[in-house]
């Protein structure tokens, strides 16, 4: 089944303490991307990642890194999380290209809670 | 940056009634999208729009492509329990590197039984 997996679903911690959320799509896809969505804010872009070792800034990425060693896995890392930080985050993907059939696949969703 | 503007937010109606958001911005689009988010879950692609003018069904659902590509709009036919959950609009624009899709703030839909 083609799909995006992240891990964890769940997950509380303290502040300051570094954290990764993974993000992996069995898709082929060139394109993934990180975004965080806050009521009434909606769907807002971390950083994305047009293919291999090559990941730009989206709208909010400060306190955010990313990497893309692998064209599959494209981790989110909170090197010091902040309460600020606290959200729910979908990883996506999709094939490039202009033609049709662009479209996002999105992950479950992670919920995070820095205290 | 661009901007969409996702119009109304929330909606409470009651089930059979027919259900209408759109969005609209300053910039133009190349593809406009619209999603649905089921509660605890990602959003899930439900029509894709290509080029203006463009009239789309997708069962109960009818969504548009503006003529001057900066807007778009959903409708809901006959309502039912299930269409509960949030509704995003997204528009893509050609970039240097391929693509980019920007979200509206969603439209929260509940459906009274």
């Known amino acids: 089944e083609a799909q995006v997996t992240q891990n964890p679903r769940y997950l509380i911690t303290v502040t300051g303490k570094k954290l990764t959320v993974t993000c992996s799509q069995n898709m082929n896809h060139e394109y993934m991307s990180w975004y965080r969505q806050d009521p009434g804010l909606g769907l807002r872009q971390i950083y994305y990642s047009m293919n291999v070792e090559v990941t730009d800034k989206g709208d909010v990425p400060e306190g955010y890194k990313v990497s893309r060693k692998e064209k599959r896995n494209f981790p989110l890392i909170l090197e010091s999380p902040s309460p600020n930080q606290t959200s729910l985050y979908f990883c996506?993907?999709?094939?490039?290209?202009?033609?049709?059939?662009?479209?996002?696949?999105f992950g479950s969703g992670t919920r995070l809670t820095v205290v | 940056g661009q901007q969409l503007n996702q119009s109304p937010q929330s909606m409470f109606i009651q089930e059979g009634e027919d259900v209408s958001m759109n969005c609209t911005s300053s910039s133009i689009f190349n593809t406009w999208l619209w999603y649905k988010q089921d509660p605890g879950e990602g959003p899930v692609l439900l029509i894709a729009?290509?080029?203006?003018?463009e009239l789309t069904s997708n069962g109960r659902l009818t969504a548009q492509f503006g003529i001057t590509r900066k807007d778009s709009f959903l409708n809901i036919s006959a309502s039912i329990p299930s269409d509960v959950g949030i509704y995003f609009c997204?528009?893509?624009?050609?970039?240097?590197?391929?693509?980019?899709?920007?979200f509206g703030q969603g439209t929260e839909l509940s459906v009274k039984p």
């Open positions: 729009l290509y080029k203006a003018g």
């Open positions: 997204a528009g893509r624009f050609i970039t240097n590197s391929g693509g980019k899709l920007i």
């Open positions: 996506a993907s999709s094939p490039m290209g202009r033609g049709r059939g662009y479209g996002y696949t």
